[in-house]
């Protein structure tokens, strides 16, 4: 059988756009002589559509599309994700589908059986889960269609497990001849290496040739990788699409595979990941450029180059914001970033509006000390700037804040959280300065002039909004305060396990402390874009209000 796997970066609520990129791939697909033409889950709806689910007319419109794609085909088929009406009470009203399309009609719909419900996903809040599901037959073979989710259930793979059926394995023990699996499956770090895996060993266990097909792109916080597969029934690699593009490819699944995987380094896909959630964000949302602070710190050139790299420099701004309080060093450092990435480059001071609301606050204060509100006034005035370029140039804001200090509140509300993406918040400090010198040496790689000075990389890291002042003076060390990070919020260790595996107690309590009481920041703060398995966003639900603590 001779299929093609068409890898899409579809838009979330453009039915009419994507179902244009699908029938175009289709089209290609037939110049290939392909049988089947395999897209994404829900390509016609975009990945996730969420509470567009509840309006009628999205469904309508969804469907209308699907009968329109149908009617298009010929004698190569075509499997596409759409959303399916239930037509069964009680239950939800719709169901994630599949829907094999040929000579002019729909063939045959199968449904999603295991609906994820943890992290982002929250498909069960929306979706009826499948019951049953049969092979297909396809031009004189027995195929299995699967749904992303379908496939994550290997029982010797996992410790724990979700669910109780194995849709996959029962649809080979039905008599399926060939495993198809569309899928929306985001990215983080190692997501890649994890799928490969699951993958693999579908094929070797059920002994059937195994081809996934996965959305690329940015939709909102999630970004999707692609990096299709497909596995002989030995388990060995057939084709690996693209990883962080669209990608198209035609394979015969009854050869034998042999194909060594592809691996880049952990920077290079994170970079990638990043640039493309960039693009996309700004692109689907209908922007086409960006402004940025450039404090002459790194997160705010990593941000720079990310930006430039998603949006080309003649659509990025910086905006040096000095106060009396900025070093000539960092003043330099971002001047020498922006003329080496090409960027518009302004400077303006922040130093007369500060004087200005100190004076007018001077009564009310009554003579205290200056303290972190004169702090925060300066971050708040760089915002006001920042976001009064935002709206005079239609450009969007982009913060710079990393995880590291997202997770402990050092951050200011209305100030450096100002902006309409955060593109780095679930990047991690060291984890950021890795990237900055990824994208140093890339630049060498290239033969272009590394774009981020190297001061910036070297020089303590410091928010500049007091003499002297630097993160580690009411930070620990962002090696010590990552590492306990990850334990508590990615892998929800305990407190009591944290000093067990050698942290300091002080350290423990004082980060866990910061954590748990910046809730109410994050909460406020722009959407970021997810890299890790566990982000400060709509996957991590924990209250505002609430007293618990464990120490």
């Known amino acids: 059988m001779r299929v093609a796997i068409a890898q899409l970066n579809q838009t979330v609520g453009d039915i009419a756009g994507n179902d244009a990129r699908i029938l175009a791939a289709y089209r290609r697909g037939v110049e290939a002589s392909a049988e089947l033409v395999v897209c994404p889950e829900l390509a016609l709806t975009g990945y996730p559509p969420r509470d567009l689910l509840l309006r009628p007319a999205f469904l309508k419109a969804n469907r209308e599309a699907l009968d329109r794609l149908a009617a298009a085909t010929g004698e190569a088929g075509l499997l596409v994700g759409f959303v399916d009406d239930n037509a069964v009470r009680p239950g939800r009203p ?5 829907a094999l399309l040929q000579r002019g009609r729909v063939v045959a719909i199968r449904h999603k059986t295991l609906l994820p419900t943890y992290d982002v996903f929250d498909e069960d809040r929306y979706f009826e889960p499948a019951t049953v599901n049969a092979p297909v037959e396809f031009n004189g073979r027995r195929i299995g269609i699967t749904i992303c989710e379908d496939v994550w259930n290997d029982a010797d793979l996992w410790p724990e497990r979700r669910y109780r059926p194995d849709p996959a394995g029962e649809l080979a023990a039905a008599g399926a001849e060939v495993l198809f699996n569309l899928s929306a499956s985001p990215w983080h770090l190692g997501k890649d290496r994890t799928r490969h895996e699951l993958l693999h060993r579908l094929a070797r266990r059920t002994g059937r040739p195994v081809v996934y097909c996965n959305l690329v792109g940015g939709n909102d916080e999630l970004v999707f990788d692609g990096q299709s597969v497909a596995f002989d029934g030995k388990g060995q690699l ?56 450039l404090s002459g710190g790194i997160d705010s050139a990593v941000v720079a180059c990310l930006a430039v790299a998603a949006l080309g420099a003649e659509n990025v701004r910086g905006l040096s914001l000095p106060s009396q309080y900025s070093s000539q060093g960092s003043l330099d450092d971002a001047r020498s970033l922006a003329d080496a990435l090409g960027i518009q480059y302004d400077v303006v001071p922040i130093q007369p509006p500060f004087h200005a609301v100190k004076g007018q606050l001077k009564e009310v204060f009554g003579g205290r000390p200056e303290d972190v509100a004169e702090e925060n006034i300066q971050a708040r005035l760089r915002g006001v700037i920042l976001m009064a370029m935002s709206n005079k140039f239609g450009s969007l804001l ?77 930070l620990p060390p962002y090696d010590v305060l990552d590492a306990i990070l990850e334990m508590y919020v990615v892998d929800q260790k305990s407190p009591a396990d944290i000093r067990a595996a050698g942290f300091a107690a002080a350290d423990v309590a004082r980060v866990v402390k910061l954590i748990d009481g910046a809730e109410y920041k994050r909460r406020q703060a722009a959407p970021g874009l997810k890299v890790t398995t566990k982000a400060f966003g709509v996957g991590r639900r924990v209250p505002v209000a609430q007293r618990w603590r464990e120490l």
């Open 238 to 293: 057939l084709a690996q699409a693209e990883s962080f593009a669209e990608d198209f490819r035609v394979i015969e699944v009854d050869m034998s595979g042999g194909q060594t995987a592809r691996t880049v380094p952990v920077e290079e896909s994170l970079y990638r990941a990043l640039v493309l959630g960039t693009r996309d964000y700004l692109h689907k949302c209908g922007f086409r450029s960006a402004v940025l602070g």
């Open 94 to 98: 719709v169901l994630n589908a599949a």
């Open 398 to 474: 982009l913060t710079t804040g990393n995880k590291s200090e997202i997770a402990v509140g050092y951050c200011t509300l209305y100030g450096d959280m100002c902006g309409g993406l955060a593109v780095i918040s679930d990047v991690p400090k060291t984890l950021v300065y890795r990237l900055s010198r990824w994208i140093n040496e890339d630049a060498v790689r290239r033969g272009v002039v590394p774009p981020i000075p190297e001061p910036t990389i070297t020089k303590p890291p410091s928010a500049e909004l007091r003499p002297n002042q630097t993160d580690q003076d009411s």
